[in-house]
């Protein structure tokens, strides 16, 4: 999706008064009906909702996780808040723990990222919303330490599939990633939703260019 980033002055790298600063200033947003606002890497990042073949595939996604997970002690969530400190995520998808209210935060905000057992993200048009998917919030969830990454991507040739596993904090990346076009069959690897299969009835056939 298309974003709107709003950046404070010394904005290169977040420290604790930025995080500071930024947490303040989310709180006070008031947005339109149909835009989100998460924080990225110094960043408060104004977005609208997806087009209709973006929350297609995650809604897809999400129907085949209400349905590997039902008899497990994890659920399959949307459009919620991931808090990691003073950062806000807002992925298209995520899985978290079934009993989820010890793992709210305090404030009631949202979930702690230390409950996400895996993410999703459909990219969207638009250089800034491709770059925020592809590169910054995989840094985000990565230091994070969310076990698994799933990021869909439209404009990665004619559809390409990521799976981002095995995080690293400290250097915000993840160690493993397997990538595949559409039409292709991956399985998520590990986490509640090890086994699970995404192909063409997910993402559709490959895109025509």
Known sequence: ????????????????????????????MELPEGFRAEIVEGFIEVSPTGRHSHGQIANELRDQLVMFLMNSQYVSRQDMNIIHGRKILIPDGFITHKESEEHVTDDGIGVKASAVQL?????????????????RKRRAYARAGIPVYVLFDDYDGHGTVTILSSPSPAEAVYAAETRVPYGTEVTIPEGPAKGLVIGEEITGPPRKR
């Open 1 to 28: 999706m298309s974003a709107l980033a709003y950046e404070t002055p010394e904005a290169a790298m977040p420290g604790p008064d930025l995080d500071e600063a930024l947490w303040q200033a989310w709180k006070t």
């Open 119 to 135: 993410v999703v993200e459909v990219v969207s048009p638009g250089h800034d919303s491709v770059q925020r998917d592809r590169v």
